[in-house]
Each structure stands twice: as C-alpha cells, then as structure tokens.
C-alpha cells in the first residue's frame, strides 16, 4: 500500500525537517492565538474550562495584548529570519472576537508579511455556530482556512456538544457549515470520538452525509487521573472500516494517517499520537504565554505562567518552568515506552494523556493498551500489502513488530 503525503492538519505543532538539534531551544513557528478565552456553548468533555483560572483572563483579546503581540511577532520573524509562521485562532469560541478588530488584526498581520517577507498562514477553529455571512466573507478575504468542530450526527453530537441550557447544537453547527460551503469555503472537521459509538456511522455520517473527504477523529482529553474507556474497540473498527472501505474514495483521517506512517518507519506526528517535541506555544487573552493549551486539563493554574508579550519576545516563554517540563516531558518517554516496540509510532501518546498527580508526565499513555492493540491490529492489516524496495538483490529486512 502506498500513504502520500498527511492529510492537511492546521494544528500539526512539529515539522520533523525542521526539529532543532538536541538541545537547542526550538525557534517557534507556530502559535495558538485565543481570541476568546468564554465559549458560548457548554461541551461537557471541553478540557478549556476545567482549569478555573481562564475565568480570571479577559473575556476576548485585549487591545494591549493584540498591539503588543504584533510587535513581539514581527520581532520574531525578524531575529530569526523566518519566511514561514502559522497562526491558529482558538478559544473559548474564537468567533466570540468581534469582527472589526479581526479584520484589524488581519490587517496588521498582513502588513508584517509585507514588511519582513514571511509569510503567516492562519486558521481558526471553531464550533460553528457563529458563522454568517460577514465572517465567511472576512474568511474569504483574508485566506483564513476553517476547521469545525462536530462529532458525528445528532444523536451523538448532541450527548456532549450542548449549549448552556443542555440543548443539542447539532442543527446550529450544520447551519454553520452550510453558510460556508454557500460562499464556496470548504472546513476541516474534528471529531471526537465516543467509545461507546459506532464509528461506522461516524465514518459515514462525515464521509456520506457531510461530503468530507480529509477530517480527524481524535480520542477523549485524559488522564491518569480519569480513568477513561478504552478506545482499542473504537479505533479498530474505525480502522476497519476505513480500509475496507473508504480508503480507495480517497478519504483520510489524520491520526489514522499518523499511526500509519509510523508504523512504516516514518515521522509520526499528529495532534493525537506520534513521537515529536511538543513545542506550542498559547497566546492567552491578557497577553500571557503559555504552554500547550490542552495542558489545563491537568488542573489548576497547570498552565499558568508570568511570561508576557507585553514585557517579553515569543522565545521568552521558554525560560518559564511549565513550558519547559512540557517541552522536556514531550522529549523525554518513559522506561515503559523507550522500551516500547510502537514507540516510534506512539511516541507516549497525546503529552496530556501522559499525566498522573505522582509521576506527572513520567507514565505511558492512558490509552498505551488500547494504542498497543490499535497499532497491532492496524500492522497485522497493512504488513502483508507493503512491498519493501531494499538495496540490490538482498532479502528485505523483517518487519516490526
Ligand atoms: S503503546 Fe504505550 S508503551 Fe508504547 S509508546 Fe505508546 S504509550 Fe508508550
């Protein structure tokens, strides 16, 4: 079987090609903006909320924080001669921003593309129901891709993705993608799975339904500390299902994808699974800086650092002492999965999913039984179809795992 090139995944945080020698800091190419740190729905599995100090943060990006991250942008690029940086828009729920000031801040962005030469690629991700005609046509004019975030159809979208007063948001989020496809943008869709579904019907709700052809489905935020359900029988059939069926329609799943091209021997790394320095960086509504954002889920205040643009460059960050156990802990796996035959394709799994109150980040995954059984059901699957091309006429190597 042949994989080209990954699905296009506007999170991707780490580009191999570009990954600094061992320790040398890493020069950031890749920031989480939050444009609004409130949501105006209630998801019940949401990791944002369940860290309280995003309360004491400004419901939206300050005028303060917006001028002086400009600034500490451009400065940036310029120290380190970057023609390439990419911005995603985040929340809460980014559209909560108010749509003057986004295209104010657009038009700043641009005029630092002008002035350095480094292009700023820029996405947001969104819960979709907000959309109208004003913001597709900001989206249009300022080449901002779109991601939506949905889980599958209504019975059960509508089990976690609900508004404040518990009420499914299936319909408004569909209402959301239509009106971008009516101005001719196509979204990325994200997903989260549920154990407890079937993800045929995803596959074919996303694929059938929605006419999405490239999306993610990623697994519940974890953990050690929750317990979750396996995943192992979820993303099984998932993988199933896409083999048999979906594969040769051209659709592709980007942790699936990722798994995948590890298991070849190939840099893995997706959102999801894969070996890789974590290297995010999060612009908080205050103007603060801080690690990757799905870090909160650890607890209170886990996030929380004084570094600043007001006061401090985009590199400044680093000297603080969670952004840096984060980008240690994601360099540094456990006996458990140095020892690992997936290590290459697993990497430890998602650096949040590592976590435990007594060891911190030091354990495997809380899913390394169930990636175990996915990444052995998937190489027992694909191993028999690969042909290895090995120098001259020697027998081919034998196969991991
Ligand atoms: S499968 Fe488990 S032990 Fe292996 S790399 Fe992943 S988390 Fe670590």
Redesign the pocket.
């Known amino acids: 079987m042949t994989i080209p090139d990954a699905a296009p995944n506007p999170f991707r945080q780490f580009n191999p090609a570009q990954a600094p020698a061992p320790g040398e800091p890493p020069v950031f190419t890749f920031l989480l903006v939050k444009l609004a740190s409130r949501c105006n729905i209630n998801c019940t599995y949401c990791y944002w909320f369940r860290d309280a100090e995003v309360y004491k943060k400004p419901a939206v990006l300050t005028f303060d924080a917006e001028k002086a991250f400009c600034e500490k942008l451009e400065e940036h690029i310029k120290e380190f001669g970057l023609d390439y940086f990419m911005i995603v828009f985040h929340g809460g729920e980014p559209l909560l921003f108010p749509k003057r000031r986004f295209a104010e801040l657009q038009e700043r962005l641009i005029e630092i593309e002008e002035r350095t030469g480094c292009m700023i690629e820029r996405g947001v991700c969104t819960n979709g129901i907000l959309i109208d005609e004003e913001w597709t046509a900001l989206f249009i004019k300022y080449e901002i891709s779109v991601s939506v975030s949905i889980d599958g159809p209504a019975d059960i979208n509508d089990q976690y993705r609900v508004d404040f007063k518990g009420r499914g948001t299936h319909a408004d989020v569909l209402l959301g993608i239509e009106k971008l496809r009516a101005a001719g943008l196509e979204p990325g869709i994200i997903s989260v799975c549920n154990p407890a579904t079937d993800p045929a019907r995803i596959l074919a709700y996303i694929v059938d339904e929605l006419g999405v052809t490239r999306f993610d489905i990623l697994p519940p935020d974890a953990t050690h500390e929750d317990n979750p359900p396996p995943i192992a029988d979820y993303f099984i059939r998932l993988f199933d299902a896409w083999y048999d069926t979906y594969a040769a329609r051209g659709v592709r799943i980007s942790t699936l994808d990722a798994m995948i091209q590890g298991l070849m021997g190939d840099a893995a790394f997706s959102d999801t699974i894969g070996l890789g320095p974590v290297e995010t960086v999060t612009l908080m509504s205050d103007g603060t800086l801080e690690p990757l954002d799905v870090l909160r889920i650890v607890g209170d205040a886990s996030t929380k650092t004084d570094v600043s643009v007001m006061n401090d460059g985009l590199q400044g960050v680093q000297k603080d002492f969670r952004w840096r156990a984060a980008y240690e802990a994601s360099l540094n796996?456990c006996q458990?999965?140095r020892d690992?035959e997936?290590?290459d394709a697993?990497?430890?799994?998602q650096l949040a999913q590592r976590w435990s109150a007594e060891r911190k980040f030091d354990n495997?995954?809380v899913y390394?039984d169930s990636?175990?059984r996915i990444?052995g059901h998937i190489w027992a699957r694909i191993s028999p179809t690969l042909v290895v091309e090995y120098g001259g006429n020697s027998p081919a190597p034998a196969p991991q795992g």
């Open positions: 796996l458990t999965c690992c997936y290590m697993c990497g430890g799994g495997p995954s390394c990636w175990k990444l």
